[in-house]
């Protein structure tokens, strides 16, 4: 079983930059797909994108497209998201997943290992 630990996050500007990290241990074998997902204040958990472990194809929802990037380091295990002109709406607590599934998926339901969660708060 693998098991995820994740660092970064904090307290930012709107227009600053930001890289969260979750790095793997345990069993990796049987990944399918990582993905990112976030809690806004009073929100229900949302997906943010995700990366297939094998391939590396992303996919991410139209808010953050253009200033998310998610990318991953099979041989340090380590998934990254990098956060680029953040805003005070990606204000959350982010949390990454881990799924056994192909092809990936954007349902919580199907990630089956998950981070302890970072908090991100972007100031206007």
């Known amino acids: 079983q693998v098991q995820l630990s994740q660092s970064g996050g904090g307290s930012v500007q709107t227009g600053d930059s930001l890289l969260l990290s979750c790095g793997l241990s345990?069993?990796?074998?049987?990944?399918?797909?990582m993905a990112w997902f976030r809690q806004a204040p009073g929100k229900e958990r949302e997906f943010v994108g995700y990366i297939s472990w094998g391939a590396a194809t992303t996919y991410y929802i139209d808010s953050v497209k253009t200033r998310f990037t998610i990318s991953r380091d099979v041989a340090m295990k380590t998934l990254y998201l990098q956060m680029n002109m953040v805003k005070p709406e990606d204000t959350g607590v982010y949390y990454c997943?881990?799924?056994?599934?192909?092809?990936?998926?954007?349902?919580?339901?199907?990630?089956?290992?998950w981070g302890q969660g970072a908090q991100v708060t972007v100031s206007s």
């Open positions: 997943a881990a799924s056994p599934k192909w092809p990936p998926t954007v349902w919580e339901s199907d990630y089956d290992v």
């Open positions: 345990g069993r990796t074998r049987g990944i399918g797909a």
